[in-house]
């Protein structure tokens, strides 16, 4: 099994070597990758027709708030398919129904009866090759038809408008989390900009909420679901009935747990033991607590909006010193995050990410910008992250902690240290219960 899964992953990775135009980095007023997607869509006899779709967007939060829907939706004895990206440790953790992630029996079925004869087909009718990202969606969306799900909730990968989850018509809700300085490279340098990029994804006869708290942004929404003849939703204070467990305890994942709150209250879709729920609510790497003695906590964190909650999570905790391992991707501000991150740090092992698919922040500058930032904390620098967390273990006192983030990729590298592969392969479930 596990042979064919990797064959089956190379493969999908190999995508990104095909020559096509930059995603989404095209005519900003052309749905040229919505087009692309469609196209191929209609070679797989078009799984999105049927479906009833919750579609998540959000510079932050998005991740917490689809999950979290999932369970509910899934107590409410209703079959409920999720799509979010990115996956931490192995690709399937992308797709799941019912918090039951694909099996590779099943990406395969699919892979070769309907993805590679369609990717043919393709090939030859049209210019313009779907991404790595676009496949992983039509995979998604024929599990979802193939399983007759009740919902469907879609995490959208980047934005909104030109994002590929944009392809789907008729949502039934849409949701924007919040609206931060993220991607500005592609989605506009201001948040008006990313806002109006986001709000994208309302549709006509949709209802639609946001935790956005902005007047100005809000405005914004309100006067896209009047254009659009959608309905705009005020949050009600819902989270208020529950108690937060320890991964709600930011306001930000308060927001993002009432946001999913008052989704099932204007759907009418009512969970059993929601606040259950909400005591065993956890997202791997993400504010996750993988180890005690040390204190070890996974975060993927990589902007500002989710560097200052998981700042906010850490202070929550109690510690004698924190070790940073952290990685970035090249593309990412490293003065403000390292400014953030090494106010609360003792020592800092910088390393990168080894995932083929982005490329890491140059070791030697973040050497150099931590170092200008705070010139007498301990730092060294290692090219294998597994070094870096062993270097960080090994120096740590049973009271310390140790925080890996910076980058999705890097924190679930190292999960596996924890949670190997091949258990998530065989279980289908992320956490060891």
Known sequence: ??????????????????PKTTYMLGPKDKQIFIERIKRFLTLVDKPQANLKFIHIAGTSGKGSTVKILESLISDANLKVGSFTSPFATTSIERISINNKLISPAELHNILTKQIK?????????????????????????LYFKQQACDWVILEAGLGGLHDATNVIAKPKLTAITNIGLDHTH???????????????????????????????????????????????????????NYKANNYFSTSKQQDNLNLALNILDVLKI??????????????????????KKPLVI?????????????????????????????????NKDLNVSLKKLLAITNNLYITRFIINVRKSADLKKLYQVSKKI????????????YQALESALKKASLND????TGSFFLAGELRKRWVPEKYILKNLQVDKK
């Open 270 to 291: 009512k969970s059993s033991n929601t606040q259950k729920i909400i005591n065993d609510f956890g997202l791997i790497c993400r504010q996750e607590i993988i180890s």
């Open 298 to 330: 996974l975060d993927g964190a990589h902007n500002k909006d989710k560097l200052d909650n998981l700042i906010a999570f850490v202070s929550t905790q109690k510690y004698k010193k924190l070790h940073l391992v952290l990685a970035f991707a090249e």
């Open 117 to 141: 004869p369609a990717l043919d087909k393709y090939t030859l009718k049209f210019s313009d090759p779907i991404s790595y990202f676009e496949v992983w969606l039509v995979i998604a969306l």
């Open 374 to 385: 705070k010139p007498k904390i301990p730092i060294s620098v290692h090219n294998d992250p």
């Open 401 to 404: 902690l140790i925080l890996v």
């Open 1 to 18: 099994m596990f042979e064919q899964y990797q064959a089956d992953i190379n493969f999908l990775e190999s995508l990104a070597n095909i």
């Open 186 to 240: 592609i989605l506009g340098k201001t948040k008006t900009a990313i806002a109006k990029n986001k709000a994208g994804i309302i549709k006509k006869n949709s209802i639609f909420l946001s935790t956005e708290k902005n007047t100005k942004l809000l405005t914004l929404f309100k006067n896209t679901c009047k254009k659009k003849q959608a309905w705009f939703i005020q949050n009600q204070n819902l989270v208020k």
